[in-house]
């Protein structure tokens, strides 16, 4: 069955820093992969989506995601990160029309 | 860009009652229409999904005579909580996939709209 794994619950990085997030799938075909950020109470916003092509995505807000198949990897990146970017994010794949999301990785950021 | 709007933002509501939440495509038609279910500090759940003028297709394990969906037009999509209890209370997110699509193969994005809180007393 199809799954995405989020290993990190919770990250603390200080402002500035870089910043990795590790998300594994599992599916048989061609995933098409997603990262989504959420504020506290707010809907889901798009970062960035793998679809085909190249594997390296770039998103909004400085963010990258780097497609991995031999490691069904799909890790979202970001060089320096801002107070703003405190938030959950999720790694998902899809399933035809549906979406399976990770469990999220809530990012904490200190000044 | 494609907006998706959720109404009401929150609701209070007591043991009992009913409460519909409504999902709108403000700026495109959505022929399919999707419900999650997120628990505080949990990922999002799908529930049900929903095709205009056709009856909602559920998950296994979601309720269907307590979750009521209704995609009665292509831009409206919603969700009727009906004798809600309060372990009802959850954050409600709809998302909307555009009619036609846009990437030509297998996935058409959705769009999230920005949820609802219900909180059942």
């Known amino acids: 069955a199809q799954s995405v794994t989020q290993p990190d619950i919770h990250i603390t990085v200080s402002e500035g820093a870089s910043l990795e997030l590790r998300c594994n799938y599992s599916?048989?075909?061609?995933?098409?992969l997603f990262w989504y950020v959420q504020s506290p109470g707010q809907g889901l916003q798009l970062l960035l989506k793998?679809?085909?092509?190249?594997?390296l995505v770039q998103g909004i807000k400085g963010f990258e995601a780097e497609f991995k198949r031999s490691q069904s990897s799909f890790n979202l990146r970001k060089p320096s990160v801002h107070w703003s970017d405190a938030a959950e994010y999720f790694c998902?794949?899809?399933?035809?029309?549906?979406?399976?999301f990770g469990t999220g990785t809530r990012l904490q950021v200190f000044p | 860009g494609a907006v998706v709007s959720q109404h009401p933002s929150r609701v209070i509501c007591k043991s009992g009652t009913s409460v519909k939440i409504e999902c709108r495509s403000l700026?495109?038609?959505?022929?399919?229409m999707f419900w999650y279910r997120q628990f505080p500090k949990q990922s999002l759940m799908l529930m049900a999904t929903?095709?205009?003028?056709?009856?909602?297709?559920?998950e296994q394990g979601v309720e269907k005579d307590k979750f009521l969906i209704n995609h009665a037009s292509l831009t409206l999509s919603t969700l009727t909580v009906t004798s809600a209890h309060p372990e009802d209370s959850s954050f409600y997110i709809c998302?909307?996939?555009?009619?036609?699509?846009?990437?030509?193969?297998?996935?058409?994005?959705?769009?999230f709209g920005p949820g609802t809180r219900l909180t059942v007393l």
């Open positions: 998302s909307a996939r555009a009619t036609g699509g846009n990437t030509g193969g297998l996935y058409n994005e959705q769009f």
């Open positions: 599916y048989g075909a061609t995933p098409y």
């Open positions: 998902a794949v899809a399933n035809t029309d549906k979406l399976i």
């Open positions: 700026d495109f038609q959505a022929t399919t």
């Open positions: 793998y679809f085909s092509g190249d594997t």
């Open positions: 929903s095709n205009e003028g056709s009856k909602a297709t559920y």
